[in-house]
């Protein structure tokens, strides 16, 4: 299976039909995005257009700016796969006066600005006009109560808008404006793609509450899940309303939002997903062409 079809921002395509991808949001278990990413590159596939929220919003980001599936996973295990790398980049951005700590250090009072810049790698651009492949992020107006997709100008803070996980992060302040997780409205942005490709593709990292026998959810647990259940019910009524050609669901439900360390075995669980894209898309294809 190859079907060569990529266009840029000047349009236009090889041949066969175009794709969109939609990258969800989770956290941590967003990494298995790349498995999806590594089976586009493996088939020829270029996306026409992408849309992500939260990590999503980032892998996209990654992608639109270039890099292959290969590179993300080997500059994620680069970081990931090494405790001491990631305490010194947090280190790097911690708050630069006792000003900005009350209470004793925490994540949440991070710039997360800064904390992206430390860990984005260096092929993603300052500015969505510099990106090869057109890229929309999803965020939160929390004040304004209502979605803010942002496809234009400072790429890096739209991110950093689009990846503030209440609880974790602070608000993103941009514009005037107070930002928080893409996720919280459109957890998996497929619903922007419509009528941008052929075949849209939709990757679900939200995951649900996991029941483990013998332990009882902790109030953060509990935090956590109950945001998971809404973004789910939130992806449902997308789906009555606007369905993908291609919904993909790994199995990332037994990893928490900051699971970032267990990069190898969250890696290997969603191994699966590669495949499974895979045929999808022939499916895909094969449907369009009996249409």
């Known amino acids: 299976m190859n079907y060569k079809a990529s266009a840029g921002r000047e349009g236009g395509s090889t041949g066969g039909p175009t794709f969109a991808v939609a990258f969800g949001g989770g956290g941590a278990r967003g990494l ?4 999806a990413i590594e089976a586009l590159d493996e088939l020829g596939i270029r996306p026409v257009a992408i849309a992500g929220s939260s990590i999503g919003a980032i892998m996209g980001a990654a992608v639109a700016s270039g890099m292959t599936g290969q590179q ?12 001491a790398e990631i305490v010194s980049r947090i280190w790097s951005v911690r708050p630069q006066s006792l000003g900005e700590i009350v209470g004793g250090l925490k994540v949440a009072q991070f710039n997360l600005e800064r904390v992206l810049h430390a860990f984005l790698p260096h092929h993603v651009p300052k500015s969505f006009e510099e990106l090869a492949i057109p890229l929309q992020v999803t965020a939160t107006d929390y004040y304004g109560h209502h979605a803010k997709i942002f496809s234009q100008g400072d790429l890096r803070g739209a991110l950093a808008a689009s990846a503030a996980i209440p609880a974790v ?7 005037g404006r107070t930002y928080i997780d893409g996720g919280i409205y459109n957890p998996v942005p497929f619903d922007l793609l419509h009528g941008k490709a052929d075949i849209v593709i939709a ?8 029941e483990v026998e013998g332990r009882k959810p902790t109030s953060v647990d509990l935090m956590f899940g109950a945001t998971q259940l809404l973004m789910q019910s939130i992806i449902s009524n997308t789906l009555h309303k606007c369905r993908p050609d291609i919904l993909l669901r790994p199995p990332v439900s037994k990893y928490r939002v900051l699971d970032f360390l267990k990069i190898d075995a969250l890696l290997a669980e969603t191994a699966g997903i590669k495949e499974e894209l895979k045929w999808a898309v022939d499916a895909a294809v094969k449907a369009r062409q009996a249409a």
Do not use: M, N
């Open 169 to 175: 992060f602070a608000p993103v302040v941009k514009d």
């Open 32 to 35: 298995a995005h790349i498995h």
């Open 203 to 210: 990757v679900d990292v939200v995951g649900a509450p996991q």
């Open 72 to 83: 993300i996973e080997d500059y994620a295990r680069s970081i990931l796969s090494r405790r």
